[in-house]
């Protein structure tokens, strides 16, 4: 293999666990180049993740790398980022990881503009249990908990996530894979709370309920229903049901939480040594 | 073709297809959304290389493989191949 980025491979964990065609592997792939285009140094970069076939990511890559509890790599993350802000913080999690049980701790880390980079694998569904639905399941698709189809409302993850005070958000989805690696190293250089959303495909928990049985049936189909962000915009409200924009919806340049942290810390201590 | 332990390689002048058949799991992602249709898929379903000659060097199907098991590389001109092209060679 010439593939340079295999430098940040646990090489003897390969061939990975993942289902053949599962989208977690195209994103991280997406991941390791994004990453590769920043130069940092292996040692600096630090991958957090829950629980679930998405967070299974950090076993795989030869980072400082920590597999936490269900819904729970922010909070780690932040313990991280706040002991050394000089560290390159990313998460990784699934839709139910990130939205569901750790819903959150997501809208609080947004909330305070911590400098973390989160990567949600969206594939819509709880993969690794068995195609439980998640807060991310379209309404009407399948899931084994929604056998005559979800009634749920899903979530907009990036209008939460911008709403709720975030520095980066965009979306992306597994088929156009060098637009994802491209807001990936955009959130990473970000300074504040980055969130990239990717719409994945799941074939086995989701595609074979959803009649979506292959990787290729579900990469058709996870094409049909992304549009770029622009063209969205245009659509007649009726057309825009079932379809998922994409693009970049939130850049901007706010206050973070570890430097206001040290800021405070500096100003107090500069008080005493004045008294 | 060449064969080295499960790792197939494909090659042209322009062109070296690697495929690593030990992590390749035959999705059929980069056989279905190749613009040109280089791959066919082997009875393993397993991608082959057939129409090497009509790669364009996109890199789709190594972007888009999820097991890493697809690699493309262009060839760096040859310094007989420059000559060649552009008719020094006389
Ligand atoms: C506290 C807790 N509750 C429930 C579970 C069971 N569980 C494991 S993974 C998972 C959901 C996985 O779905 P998602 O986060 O979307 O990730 P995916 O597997 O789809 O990548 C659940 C409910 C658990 N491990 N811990
Ligand atoms: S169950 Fe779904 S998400 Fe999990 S590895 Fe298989 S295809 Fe991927
Ligand atoms: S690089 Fe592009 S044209 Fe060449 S085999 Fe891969 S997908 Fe096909
Ligand atoms: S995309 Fe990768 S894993 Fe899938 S068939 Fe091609 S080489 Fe094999």
Redesign the interface.
């Known amino acids: ?3 340079s ?2 430098q940040y ?1 646990r090489k003897e964990m ?3 666990i ?9 994103i991280l ?2 991941m390791l180049r994004a990453i590769q285009s920043t130069g940092w140094e292996k040692d600096e970069v630090v991958m957090v993740s829950g629980i679930g076939c998405s967070s299974r990511i950090t076993g795989y890559v030869d980072f400082n790398t920590m597999n936490t509890t269900h819904g729970r790599a922010l909070p780690f993350a932040t313990g991280i980022k706040m002991a050394n802000p000089a560290l390159k913080v990313i998460t990784v999690m699934g839709d139910g990881d990130c939205a569901a049980i750790g819903g959150n701790h997501f809208i609080h880390s947004a909330r305070r503009n911590i400098d973390i980079t989160a990567i949600i694998i969206n594939n819509m569904i709880y993969g690794m249990t068995g195609g439980q639905y998640s807060p991310l399941t379209p309404t009407g698709k399948l899931g084994s908990t929604a056998p005559y189809g979800n009634i749920d409302q899903s979530f907009d993850i990036a209008a939460l996530a911008a709403s709720a005070g975030a520095s980066y958000v965009a979306r992306g989805n ?2 156009d ?2 637009q994802i ?1 491209h807001f990936i190293k955009k959130a990473l250089l970000k300074k504040g709370f980055s969130v990239v959303e990717i719409i994945a495909d799941c074939p086995i928990s989701f595609g074979r309920i959803n009649q979506l049985r ?3 049936q579900m ?1 058709e189909w996870i094409k049909s229903i992304t549009v770029a962000k622009r063209v969205w915009e245009g659509l007649p409200e009726e057309e825009k049901a079932g379809k998922i924009p994409t693009g970049e919806f939130l850049d901007i340049d706010i206050p973070e939480y570890t430097e206001k942290y040290q800021e405070t810390c500096n100003r107090i201590q500069q008080g005493r040594r004045e008294k | 073709m060449d064969k080295k332990n499960n790792l197939k390689v494909y090659q042209n002048e322009k062109t070296v297809i690697t495929v690593n058949e030990d992590w390749c799991k035959s999705c059929g992602i980069c056989i279905h959304f190749c613009p040109k249709k280089v791959l066919v898929s082997n009875e393993k379903g397993f991608p082959e290389a057939k129409n090497i000659d009509d790669c364009i060097h996109c890199m789709l199907c190594e972007l888009r493989c999820p097991d890493f098991a697809i690699n493309v590389e262009k060839k760096e001109k040859t310094v007989e191949h420059i000559v060649n092209q552009k008719g020094l060679e006389d």
């Open positions: 293999m010439n593939n980025i295999t491979f390969f061939p990975h993942w289902c053949p065609g599962c989208g977690i592997g195209i792939g997406s597994v088929f894979v060098n690696t292959t990787p290729v990469l």
